[in-house]
């Protein structure tokens, strides 16, 4: 089920055009099953009655509900206010998308009327209530696969819902099937063969699947902030571990630290102009664990104000040697200040990810149902901030370079 398939049923001209994101989840949308009936889409109705019926455990539709101002008992929303403020920053962008994809669908409609009013004898108005769109969109972004249908293979447009492959869960580091390149991604040039001819997975080539055995996807290089916003899980708990592969944004923490001073918002505007602004992050990998370039290039910045009286453009060629690789660092002193920012900005999150994991222990018998799963599942998320934070901070100590 795509743009291609569907572009009968959905004119695309006009002046409400819909994204295959948008086109696919208003198709879901006016063809959901009702209670445990099947759809009654004459086109995908076997397919569409095997989809989740719900979505309540993912956290969009926490935040979907507690925007809505009427459904203020969902068990979902508490979790809300566990969530580390990164994930909360990444949630909210989600929604933004949801909310623009649901206005454009709402646009279309209203455009189009008769393409709903065969269905008006029980389709929900997408403006009274947001449960059967939710739905839509959720299966669309959790199932959808990269498939290419476009000239170009960066067109968003590229995405599929595909029955049976749609079941395949995702494993970060397991055996997991791959999907072969076409010839259109081979020759980068738009798909000319009929939807499905050539689409081909490839077995791991250095182990075999025995029967019964479940067949894996790797749904990508994420971190778990991204798999639980987008997917809703994260991947396996991590006990006990000391170390773990893992990824933290600190655009809260290190907003915070460089606007509270006097040259913040100079700061600002010059890391906006070079690029460097936001998608601050630290990894984690084994037992290697440092900031990102980009980090560290806002930290040499913010530094080099905090030591100098002087807040012009020309006073920061320095830093601007830097980052163009005319010159290694700006100079010793400010190598030792960043570090020395690194640290308090790892202390900051330590102190907060401990105190949300004492918080959500205390909570430990919550719930009942999914609620206790979801639960671990922020518990993990603290987790890895708590233990990235500590590797970086361990590495500055022992006067590791980055």
């Known amino acids: 089920m795509n743009v291609r398939t569907l572009k009968s049923l959905y004119p695309t001209s006009g002046p409400t055009p819909l994204t295959a994101m948008q086109m696919i989840s208003l198709h879901l949308y006016i063809n959901r099953p009702h209670g445990n009936e ?52 990444s949630l909210d962008k989600l929604h933004d998308r949801f909310c623009q994809d649901r206005a454009a669908v709402r646009a279309y409609m209203a455009a189009n009327s008769y393409i709903s009013s065969k269905y008006d004898a029980y389709l ?36 599929t819902l595909c029955p049976i492959l749609d079941f395949a869960n995702h494993t970060p580091n397991g055996l ?65 571990v000391e170390y773990t592969d893992g990824e933290v944004d600190v655009q809260d923490v290190v907003e915070s630290l460089i606007l509270d001073h006097k040259s913040g918002v100079f700061v600002k505007s010059v890391l906006e102009d070079e690029g460097y602004w936001g998608d601050w992050t630290l990894y984690c990998s084994g037992e290697s664990a440092q900031p990102s370039w980009r980090l560290i290039t806002a930290l040499r910045l913010h530094c080099f104000f905090v030591s100098n009286n002087t807040i012009h453009h020309k006073a920061i060629q320095p830093w601007r040697d830097v980052i163009a690789g005319k010159r290694e660092m700006i100079s010793d002193g400010n190598e030792i200040a960043w570090k020395e920012s690194l640290i308090t900005i790892c202390d900051a999150i330590i102190t907060k990810a401990q105190a949300s994991l004492d918080s959500l222990k205390s909570d430990e018998e919550y719930g009942h149902g999914w609620l206790p799963w979801m639960r671990e599942n922020i518990w993990t998320l603290w987790r890895e901030e708590l233990l990235v934070a500590v590797a970086v901070r361990q590495r500055i100590l022992r006067g590791d370079d980055f």
């Open 176 to 240: 997991h099937m791959t999907p072969a390149p076409s010839e259109a991604d081979i020759w980068d040039t738009a798909p000319v063969k009929p939807i499905g001819k050539g689409f081909r997975f490839l077995s791991p080539a250095d182990a075999s699947i025995q029967e019964g055995k479940e067949i894996f996807l790797a749904y990508g290089a994420h971190p778990n902030r991204t798999l639980f916003v987008e997917y809703g899980f994260v991947n396996n708990s991590l006990g006990e």
């Open 38 to 89: 099947d759809s009654l889409d004459p086109h995908y109705g076997p397919y569409i009655s095997t989809l989740p019926r719900e979505f309540d455990s993912h956290p969009l539709t926490w935040i979907v509900r507690s925007k809505s101002g009427t459904d203020s008992e969902f068990v979902g929303i508490p979790l809300l206010g566990y969530l580390p403020p990164s994930v909360h920053a």
């Open 124 to 159: 929900t108005n997408i403006d009274d209530s947001t449960s059967d769109y939710i739905w839509a969109w959720l299966n669309v972004n959790t199932r959808c696969i990269y498939y290419r249908l476009k000239a170009s293979k960066e067109d968003p447009d590229n995405l």
